[in-house]
């Protein structure tokens, strides 16, 4: 993963477009950071908003989860009808 570092001066949007694909692009503003561009991807694998827990355990890597459950305590009651 690449890391580009652009000034807001010279920021170029295609660019730095095309850098996001790499990597994060951190914008200054006065030679401090001030944002980051990200490929969209990139924000969806960052953010976990697109991942159910049916798409975790259905990852290759999902024989390495361990899903420790609690033990049930609710009990079946006697229904009168």
């Not at 170029?12 to 950071?33: C, E, F, M, Q, W």
């Amino acid at each position: 993963m690449t890391i580009t570092t652009l000034s807001g001066h010279e920021l170029d949007l295609g660019s730095a477009k095309r850098a996001a694909n790499d990597g994060p692009v951190i914008i200054t503003d006065r030679g401090k950071p001030s944002h980051v561009l990200l490929s969209f991807g990139e924000y969806k694998r960052l953010t976990g908003t697109t991942r159910t827990l049916g798409d975790m355990l259905a990852a290759p890597s999902a024989d390495d989860i361990e899903l420790p459950l609690p033990a049930r305590v609710e009990r079946a009651r006697l229904v009168d009808l």
